[in-house]
């Protein structure tokens, strides 16, 4: 009988993402490692957690790194983590034109995202080599009536960058996928009121014009044109991430056994009473700033419809740090252990308070990860391979 353990940790950041996990052999061997999202607005804190991460001896090896979208809170570490890492394969949004605009246009880039971070998208919409990343695959955007089942479609616009198209099931073992879903709703509004404003070249949109423009601070012009089209709160475009059991052999052999802990604690294991609430699926969905309120449905549709993911779902990252602008009730209807990442004297106000009101009110407990190491929630499963 071989044992691999998962050590899934979700690290304290604050106001961002840095999620990691781990399978490692009954010697403590690193067999997989995959992460999810690397940016945040404490970002003195989340450097430290990068070198915890990294092994004593060697280089940090990431097989699988999923960027739940561009945001300067998600990824503004990404550039420290590549000098600290070799990246086996980076999963990353499909980059439509539509998709990068919204992202580039906003007040997150005007203000705050740094000329390493455009240049980064920047050469990843072009196609361009990105040092210390071997394979780079494009998710493709999902829409009502659009749901795969099996596979993505290829997509005109990844096959111009030479990226490759994601599958929909990352597979590191028989027993066990990550399964991205993208769930983006264009707005070609937008699109064509940039090129209105200039960003043109005989007539289509010029995207190094946009670029060029954040990299040298005139940055006001996109805003006021981004404001103009989306005259509410837009962000629409946070890919999230299915991490658990196949469904084909989940019934085959494998068990499991629970430890849950977030230190310190003189009793660190069973302390917490989730133990009746995990169920031995283990399934975690990362959903990074997904847009709940609007596309919940379709969400469960997608993961239900794909080997029944969502019904192993049994641990949620509560959408947008707790906003409750994002919340919806569907994303609780069964029990799970929920986790939030905001900082310590949030300057968002997040978590809402009612949002944790009303998902304490579905019987899903809820970790609050900060900034501050006491918060770091570590769940360490045991899984028995039995032939």
Not at 22 to 40: M, P, R, W
Not at 93 to 119: E, F, H, K, W
Not at 229 to 236: G, I, L, T
């Amino acid at each position: 009988m071989a044992h691999i353990r998962l050590e899934r940790t979700i690290w304290p950041v604050g106001h961002g993402a840095f999620y990691t996990e781990q399978f490692k052999d009954e010697n403590g061997k690193v067999l997989f490692t995959a992460v999810y999202d690397c940016g945040s607005y404490q970002q003195t804190m989340l450097k430290r957690c990068i070198d915890e991460f990294q092994p004593r001896k060697g280089t940090l090896v990431i097989d699988a790194l999923f960027i739940s979208h561009f945001h300067f809170d998600h990824v503004n570490q990404l550039d420290y983590l590549f000098q600290k890492a070799y990246v086996k394969n980076l999963y990353i949004p499909q980059l439509s034109d539509d998709y990068v605009l919204s992202l580039l246009c906003t007040d997150t880039y005007g203000r705050n995202a740094p000329n390493s971070i455009v240049t980064l998208l920047q050469n990843l919409y072009n196609g361009l080599k990105i040092e210390n990343v071997e394979n780079i695959y494009e998710v493709p955007q999902i829409t009502e009536g659009n749901i795969p089942e099996g596979q993505y479609q290829p997509q005109e616009d990844i096959n111009r960058r030479n990226h490759q198209i994601a599958p929909l099931a990352i597979q590191p073992y028989p027993f066990w996928m990550y399964m991205p879903c993208n769930i983006f709703a264009p707005c070609p509004q937008l699109k064509q009121e940039l090129i209105q404003k200039g960003y043109s070249n005989n007539g289509t949109l010029d995207m190094n014009h946009v670029f060029a423009d954040l990299q040298a601070g005139n940055w006001k012009q996109l805003q006021d044109i981004y404001g103009a089209v989306f005259r509410a709160d837009h962000n629409e475009y946070s890919m999230t991430v299915y991490s658990g059991f196949s469904q084909n052999v989940v019934h085959k052999g494998i068990r499991s056994n629970l430890y849950l802990c977030a230190y310190p604690s003189s009793n660190p294991y069973g302390v917490y009473p989730y133990n009746g609430l995990i169920h031995e699926d283990l399934g975690c969905l990362y959903t990074g700033d997904f847009e709940a309120k609007k596309y919940a449905l379709l969400l469960k549709q997608f993961y239900t419809q794909n080997q029944n993911a969502w019904g192993r779902t049994r641990m949620l990252q509560i959408p947008h740090h707790g906003s409750y602008k994002n919340y919806n009730q569907e994303l609780y209807d069964f029990p799970k252990l929920t986790y939030v990442s905001v900082a310590l004297n949030d300057k968002n106000g997040h978590p809402d308070v009612q949002t944790l009101r009303d998902v304490a009110n579905k019987n899903c407990p809820i970790v609050i990860v900060q900034d501050n190491k006491a918060t770091t929630l570590i769940v360490d499963y045991c899984i028995s391979l039995i032939p």
